[in-house]
């Protein structure tokens, strides 16, 4: 499989997922309406929360990041060195430069966010700035704008969007249910199972989708950080000081882990159906096939 081919492969499943995620939303809400014969105010409720929270984060999420990350924003006076191997990517990619920060913390990782290519950040620790190579830190930086060109920040904030609406709609109905607050179906034992399948199934299905969607992005990233760099070999060395990493960073918050290249908790840490990054030790074999007879 060629990248270009995994590329494509990656943004199909991704969208799969995406439309999946939709979907749920949906009959989520149906049922809802179903059973408590609520002429369609779960529903209502369900896209209207979406829509709302969606536009607040779309304009205000990557500041909320950053901040929680303890990220300062420098310029090139203050680091020339980041600074300009950040230039001369967006330069090769042909996108607009992003605002660029440190996080002091001396574990290695980094993370984007932003709405889009014209409104976007790159955050880095000062300890992938001082323990990678060039090549490495190259790798991390392209991995970081693959992101941002790939629209994942926006695709990922869709998708917390829409698991937070099941689980929220899902509450409200399991809480409706069991004290009665709503008028019930005659037929209790098809209410029961309903209620049952929106306490428990949906909002396991909907935490499965959302860790799958975030995994496929990583790979998707991986992949075009290799096509700008043209050397996959960087990204896969990093990835492997960053898996020997035996401390969490210090700054790590579970709100904003799935942002980072790495599980930002501890680099030793495997991967599992509920990790919200592929394992690393798979991410650094796909990237050593791109390098090989038949990738780039």
Same mark, same amino acid.
Request: glycine share 8%.
């Given at each position: 499989?060629?990248?270009?081919?995994?590329?494509?492969?990656?943004?199909?499943?991704?969208?799969?997922?995406?439309?999946?995620?939709?979907?749920?939303? =949906?009959?989520?809400?149906?049922? @809802?309406? /179903? $059973?408590? +014969?609520?002429?369609?105010?779960?529903? &209502? *409720? #369900?896209?209207?929360?979406?829509?709302?929270?969606?536009?607040?984060?779309?304009?205000?999420?990557?500041?909320?990041?950053?901040?929680?990350?303890?990220?300062?924003?420098?310029?090139?006076?203050?680091?020339?060195?980041?600074?300009?191997?950040?230039?001369?990517?967006?330069?090769?990619?042909?996108?607009?430069?992003?605002?660029?920060?440190?996080?002091?913390?001396?574990?290695?990782?980094?993370?984007?966010?932003?709405?889009?290519?014209?409104?976007?950040? =790159?955050?880095?620790?000062?300890? @992938?700035? /001082? $323990?990678? +190579?060039?090549?490495?830190?190259?790798? &991390? *930086? #392209?991995?970081?704008?693959?992101?941002?060109?790939?629209?994942?920040?926006?695709?990922?904030?869709?998708?917390?969007?829409?698991?937070?609406?099941?689980?929220?709609?899902?509450?409200?109905?399991?809480?409706?249910?069991?004290?009665?607050?709503?008028?019930?179906?005659?037929?209790?034992?098809?209410?029961?199972?309903?209620?049952?399948?929106?306490?428990?199934?949906?909002?396991?299905?909907?935490?499965?989708?959302?860790?799958?969607?975030?995994?496929?992005?990583?790979?998707?990233?991986?992949?075009?950080?290799? $096509?700008?760099?043209?050397?996959?070999?960087?990204?896969?060395? #990093?990835?492997?000081?960053?898996?020997?990493?035996?401390?969490?960073?210090?700054?790590?918050?579970?709100?904003?882990?799935?942002?980072?290249?790495?599980?930002?908790?501890?680099?030793?840490?495997?991967?599992?159906?509920?990790?919200?990054?592929?394992?690393?030790?798979?991410?650094?074999?796909?990237?050593?096939?791109?390098?090989?007879?038949?990738?780039?």
């Amino acid at each position: 499989m060629t990248t270009y081919d995994f590329i494509a492969s990656n943004k199909r499943k991704s969208a799969l997922l995406i439309a999946i995620f939709g979907i749920l939303v =949906i009959v989520i809400g149906w049922l @809802a309406d /179903q $059973l408590f +014969e609520s002429g369609g105010t779960f529903l &209502v *409720l #369900a896209v209207g929360y979406s829509i709302i929270t969606a536009v607040v984060g779309f304009y205000s999420g990557d500041r909320l990041a950053l901040s929680m990350s303890g990220a300062r924003e420098v310029s090139e006076k203050d680091n020339p060195y980041l600074v300009r191997m950040v230039q001369n990517l967006c330069i090769t990619t042909g996108m607009p430069m992003p605002k660029i920060h440190i996080i002091n913390d001396p574990a290695i990782n980094a993370f984007a966010t932003g709405r889009d290519p014209e409104h976007s950040s =790159i955050a880095v620790t000062t300890g @992938a700035i /001082q $323990l990678l +190579e060039n090549e490495e830190l190259e790798g &991390v *930086l #392209a991995h970081e704008l693959s992101h941002v060109r790939n629209y994942d920040i926006r695709i990922m904030m869709l998708v917390m969007v829409l698991a937070g609406t099941i689980v929220i709609i899902a509450d409200l109905v399991t809480r409706s249910f069991i004290w009665g607050g709503q008028r019930r179906r005659k037929d209790n034992g098809m209410a029961l199972i309903i209620g049952l399948i929106l306490m428990i199934v949906a909002p396991l299905a909907t935490q499965l989708i959302k860790l799958a969607i975030s995994r496929r992005r990583e790979y998707l990233a991986d992949a075009s950080a290799a $096509l700008i760099t043209r050397f996959p070999e960087g990204l896969a060395r #990093a990835l492997q000081k960053i898996q020997s990493q035996s401390q969490p960073m210090q700054s790590a918050s579970g709100a904003t882990a799935h942002l980072f290249i790495a599980n930002p908790f501890s680099g030793r840490l495997s991967a599992s159906l509920f990790s919200t990054h592929p394992p690393i030790e798979n991410r650094i074999a796909a990237l050593r096939q791109m390098s090989g007879p038949t990738g780039m």
